[in-house]
């Protein structure tokens, strides 16, 4: 079934302790999407970028059957990130942000993609997620991140939004942050209170969290030799998920577990190269050779 993917394109700057790249391809609504594609054959985004976008990053969209109608091209540079991880590739130090076309994005949904059945609404500011969801039809299923950013400066709006959507997905941080509460399990059933029906709490490389009404899932993460970039990893895991629900008949637990599954396998991917290096030479069979190795690991 169609996904629509509402989130950021960008060029992104990233310095690890195995190396560095400059001006690649990244932002929320590429990760999300180059994921999300390998389970959908109908996938769309919608986002902005400046005149100075290479046309070469067009075309991986189109290449890789991702729709592009929506991607708006303004008058202005595009948004650019630059990072650094530490040995322990946690958390990323920012070291610049600019946010050019960016910071006036208006998403304005294509009339052909507001009855998209998935919708993912990636971290963008609370207010515009609220917007695009006023312009389409009910969708099937939405999915809603954010950052610790939003929950300070708009926990007002963010927590009304909550009320509108099925999934919300956080990190254990942003749902402490938001709650007030130390325990992540009291504050995801506290945030399912506010209207989600389902939350997500990734937990990085020790894997994810699936609270639902009546049963909590844990997927540890996948066994990582090496690690080369982070970035993109959590926006990963949510095309993943939302990808794998999106090709399943029905949406139960049963396939709700499996979708938080195959979004750590598609995470334990991203962060093997840099960018979309990785992500863009697997195949469909890697993803489920993976799938095998996980349960296999987990499996007493």
Same mark, same amino acid.
């Given at each position: 079934?169609?996904?629509?993917?509402?989130?950021?394109?960008?060029?992104?700057?990233?310095?690890?302790?195995?190396?560095?790249?400059?001006?690649?391809?990244?932002?929320?609504?590429?990760?999300?999407?180059?994921?999300?594609?390998?389970?959908?054959?109908?996938?769309?985004?919608?986002?902005?970028?400046?005149?100075?976008?290479?046309?070469?990053?067009?075309?991986?969209?189109?290449?890789?059957?991702?729709?592009?109608?929506?991607?708006?091209?303004?008058?202005?540079?595009?948004?650019?990130?630059?990072?650094?991880?530490?040995?322990?590739?946690?958390?990323?130090?920012?070291?610049?942000?600019?946010?050019?076309?960016?910071?006036?994005?208006?998403?304005?949904?294509?009339?052909?993609?507001?009855?998209?059945?998935?919708?993912?609404?990636?971290?963008?500011?609370?207010?515009?997620?609220?917007?695009?969801?006023?312009?389409?039809?009910?969708?099937?299923?939405?999915?809603?991140?954010?950052?610790?950013?939003? %929950? !300070? =400066?708009?926990? *007002?709006?963010? /927590?009304? $939004?909550?009320?509108?959507?099925?999934?919300?997905?956080?990190?254990?941080?942003?749902?402490?942050?938001?709650?007030?509460?130390?325990?992540?399990?009291?504050?995801?059933?506290?945030?399912?209170?506010?209207?989600?029906?389902?939350?997500?709490?990734?937990?990085?490389?020790?894997?994810?969290?699936?609270?639902?009404?009546?049963?909590?899932?844990?997927?540890?993460?996948?066994?990582?030799?090496?690690?080369?970039?982070?970035?993109?990893?959590?926006?990963?895991?949510?095309?993943?998920?939302?990808?794998?629900?999106?090709?399943?008949?029905?949406?139960?637990?049963?396939?709700?577990?499996?979708?938080?599954?195959?979004?750590?396998?598609?995470?334990?991917?991203?962060?093997?190269?840099?960018?979309?290096?990785?992500?863009?030479?697997?195949?469909?069979?890697? %993803? !489920? =050779?993976?799938? *095998?190795?996980? /349960?296999? $690991?987990?499996?007493?």
């Amino acid at each position: 079934m169609s996904i629509l993917i509402v989130g950021s394109v960008a060029l992104d700057g990233i310095k690890t302790p195995l190396g560095e790249c400059r001006e690649v391809l990244g932002g929320s609504a590429t990760y999300s999407s180059t994921s999300a594609r390998f389970f959908s054959p109908d996938v769309n985004i919608v986002a902005v970028v400046g005149k100075d976008f290479p046309e070469k990053h067009v075309r991986f969209f189109k290449k890789r059957g991702i729709g592009t109608d929506g991607l708006a091209r303004e008058k202005g540079k595009t948004f650019r990130w630059e990072g650094e991880y530490g040995p322990d590739m946690a958390d990323a130090r920012t070291i610049a942000t600019h946010l050019n076309v960016f910071a006036d994005f208006n998403p304005c949904i294509p009339q052909a993609l507001k009855k998209s059945k998935f919708l993912f609404l990636a971290n963008i500011d609370p207010d515009l997620q609220d917007k695009v969801l006023k312009q389409i039809a009910r969708p099937q299923l939405i999915v809603c991140d954010t950052m610790n950013y939003w %929950i !300070e =400066k708009k926990p *007002r709006q963010l /927590k009304r $939004l909550i009320g509108k959507v099925d999934v919300m997905l956080l990190n254990e941080s942003e749902a402490r942050q938001l709650t007030g509460v130390t325990s992540v399990i009291k504050a995801a059933k506290s945030i399912r209170k506010l209207g989600a029906r389902i939350v997500i709490v990734k937990k990085g490389e020790h894997g994810a969290l699936l609270f639902l009404k009546d049963s909590i899932f844990s997927a540890p993460a996948y066994l990582m030799e090496s690690v080369f970039d982070p970035t993109g990893a959590g926006d990963t895991f949510a095309g993943g998920f939302l990808g794998y629900l999106a090709g399943r008949k029905r949406i139960n637990d049963a396939e709700l577990k499996k979708a938080l599954v195959y979004g750590n396998i598609m995470a334990t991917f991203a962060v093997e190269d840099f960018s979309l290096g990785r992500l863009n030479s697997i195949t469909r069979k890697d %993803i !489920e =050779k993976r799938f *095998r190795e996980f /349960k296999t $690991l987990t499996r007493f």
